[in-house]
Each structure stands twice: as structure tokens, then as C-alpha cells.
């Protein structure tokens, strides 16, 4: 029998990619976004298309307003800063524990599954510096998902917080996912996109996307604002 | 300066008195309440109408809807049983994972907030048998948090997961609400009250609120459906 097993899934590339290896595992992915206030909504309606294509056997979209508690670029007015990567202080797109509450949704619905296997494609070498992508918080988390639920209290719990991306640089997630058969088409990444969903090429999370394609060499098929970008740029 | 404390805040008995709690050790309550699907949507009305009267300096409700995972029957369609208290099984208003969601946004908040201290009213002695309510789900948490966060890759992280009831029994944490001046009209319990707002007085909350104020001793100012309970019921 198939196992099931819950994939954050976001609809980008580190997402994605999660998805088609814990299907390349033998599971069954339950996938789970977030309409969490962002500004960049283009992200769940793409997620929502995208999703059976990207094989998840279901998907099931959670309404949390994180406007309600602030903090983020990512979800109040704060500017999203452009062309700063690298910059070792953790940047204002940092969104307050967001993977803690996002994993803490996606224990839920993997107890109401029955299952104990959750992936997220969390990285912690080409990544933005967030706190909570680092492998310390990712076994303390499952530390206390083996207490927080009914089979913590029958003794049985044994969830495991699945991270395949963890120790890849953005260059690796790339190859792993063309190895894989992800469609980049079905991948979205920018921060910031302009109406037409064109991704900006500038934001953080543009700028890792189009590292992992430059070292992975291979040419990330998405349009951008200011015409397709180059491997050569 | 007054210390800031996000208190997890349902406008319950429970939360109410953490509240108490709270102020009696010097914090500012920052409230934070979830409209997460549960069907008593009054516990929210109240809730926003009681905070400020309770001593919140601010409250924040945040939009979480957790009916799109299920499994509980209070965000389904499940009957919420009845004078069923004692059954050793975890019942079926059990919600997966509920206080690590909540805790979680906690997190976040008391993030924004720059505080390290969050208040929860949970109870492991006249509990519903909810998994997580118990001391080593809340110590393991703690742990997770110093580890999600910006203070955790600073190296400061010193969460604090406040739970002042958790050796309580109900008869206690009533004495000790009315020790700290709680008003109990402002406090709601009932997970299925009638349309007016009254409470069945038979669910697992009312039946260990009213377990409560026998033992206590006191009179529940509350309206129940049947007239009003008497202490010698």
C-alpha cells in the first residue's frame, strides 16, 4: 500500500521539488498551502493549477491571515528589499515563525490522515538566512510532534519531518528536480511578480531561483519582467 | 517597564484566569484568540467584548481555518458528545494539533512583540485527555521555539511557555480566578451553547466547569440551558 505523507507545497521550486521526490520515495502526497496574507497570490492560484499536475493526490488550501500579527515584508507593508542577498542579517521577507506554524497545520492534518511522514523543502545552504530552515529546528520540531498528538500519548509516536533539500545548494535542487521530471513551468518563486505574474528577477527568492539554474545550467523556462534572463547574466 | 506576554485567549474560564495570571506577575496580556472553525463562533464575540474588560492591553484574533484538514468534532460535522466525561479515550473534540498551531502563532506574535513569554491555560490534572496539555508536550515546544526564531541563530533564544494551571484542578483554577478578582460572567466555556448563548451544561467543558465550581465551592454566574445549575446538582 502506498503511504501517504503531508508536502508543504507552496507551488515554488523547492516545493515542487519536495513533492516529486517523496513521490520518487513511494508516497502518496497530501500537499498543503497557505493563504497566509501575502502579497503574492498569484502564488496559491498557480498552486491550486499546479498541484494535480504536480501529482498531489490532494490538496487543501488553509485560510490563516498572519496579517493579524505583522512582521513580514511578506505580509504588511513593509517594502520587499530588492538586490540585497548575501547580507547576513536576516532580511525583512522573514515571516515570524512561519515553517513552526506551517508544520504545526500540516501535523494536524497528518494525524487526521493517519500518517507520520511530513515533507518540507526547507534549505539551509543557498537560502535566505530564515531561522527556522536549519536542521536543529527541524529535529526539535519532530522531537515535539511525537508529543503534541494522540500517539504521543499512546507512545507511539515516531513523525518524521522529511527534508530532502536541506543539505542541496540551490544548483543541486535544480538537477534533482530536472532528474526528477519537474516541469519549471509549474514552479513559481518571485516575491514580488508584476500583475501579469511575471516573476521580478530581483527579490531574494528570484535571485536564488536563477542561481541554482545558472550553476545547475540549465535555462529556467519562466518569463521575467525585464525579458527572459540569461544563463550568461 | 512593564514586561509584554502573549496570552492564548479564548475568553474561557481557563484563558481568563491565565490572564489574571499574567498581570498578577507584572506582564502586559497581548491577547490572541483563533477563529479557527469551531462552531461556538460566540466563544469569539465574547471574547472580543471581555478581553479589554479582563485586562488585555491588545487582542488580536487571527482567521485559521481548520476545517479544510478536519477530524475534530469541533470544526466538522461531527455530534459533540455528551455526559460522556471520564471515558478514558481521546474524544472526538480533541482538535489534531491545536495548542502547537496555536503556540506556534504565539511564537510568531510574541516574535513582532520582542518578548520571550507566552501565557497558555492548559491543565493536565481535570483535562479532556487532549495530548497536547501535557508538561513534556509544553517543555518540548520551549525547546523548538528557542530554535525557530531570530534569537535561536543569535544564540539568545529563552522562550518561556507559561502554563500557571497546569497542576490545577478545576476547583483550584476557580479559587484562584476568583483570588485574582476574575469576573466569571466574562468567562465562557461551553462548546455547544444554544442559539441566546447559554450553556448546554452537559459537554466535557461545561460538565469540568461546573466539576469546578462545586469544588470550589463557588456559584457559576452562568445561564445554563436547563436553569441554573446548583451547586448541589
Known amino acids: 500500500m502506498t503511504k501517504k ?54 490538496h487543501r488550501i488553509v485560510d490563516l491571515d498572519l496579517r493579524a500579527i505583522g512582521g513580514s515584508a511578506l505580509t504588511s ?19 515570524p515563525a512561519r515553517n513552526t506554524i506551517f ?18 523543502g526547507v534549505n539551509a545552504v543557498d537560502y535566505s538566512g530564515y531561522p ?4 536543529q529546528f527541524i529535529a526539535a520540531f519532530e522531537k515535539m510532534a511525537d508529543l503534541a498528538t494522540r500517539a504521543g500519548v499512546e507512545g507511539k509516536g515516531r ?4 527534508t530532502p533539500l536541506i543539505d542541496l545548494s540551490k544548483g543541486e535542487i535544480v538537477r534533482l528536480a530536472a532528474g526528477l521530471g519537474v516541469d519549471f513551468t509549474l514552479t ?10 511575471r516573476a521580478c528577477g530581483a527579490c531574494d527568492s528570484c535571485l536564488l531561483r536563477l542561481k541554482g539554474f545558472r ?19
Not at 513523525?159 to 522529511?162: E, F
Open 5 to 58: 505523507a503531508v508536502v508543504l507545497y507552496s507551488g515554488g521550486l523547492d516545493s515542487t521539488t519536495c513533492l516529486a521526490v517523496a513521490r520518487s520515495e513511494g508516497f502518496q502526497p497530501y500537499a498543503l498551502s497557505f493563504r497566509y496574507g501575502q502579497r503574492h497570490c498569484v502564488e496559491i492560484e498557480k498552486a491550486v493549477r499546479n498541484a494535480p499536475l504536480a501529482g498531489a493526490a490532494e
Open 77 to 95: 507593508d513593509l517594502a520587499v528589499p530588492k538586490n540585497h542577498l548575501g547580507d547576513d542579517a536576516i532580511p525583512v521577507t522573514y515571516v
Open 103 to 120: 508544520l504545526a497545520v500540516a501535523l494536524g492534518w497528518a494525524e487526521v490522515l493517519g500518517t507520520f511522514d511530513i515533507f518540507i
Open 132 to 135: 527556522d530552515c536549519r536542521p
Open 159 to 162: 513523525y518524521r519531518i522529511h
Open 188 to 197: 513559481h518563486s518571485c516575491y514580488d511578480p508584476d500583475p501579469q505574474g
Open 215 to 233: 550553476e545547475a545550467g540549465i535555462k529556467d523556462p519562466l518569463p521575467y519582467v525585464k525579458g527572459r534572463i540569461r544563463l550568461d547574466d
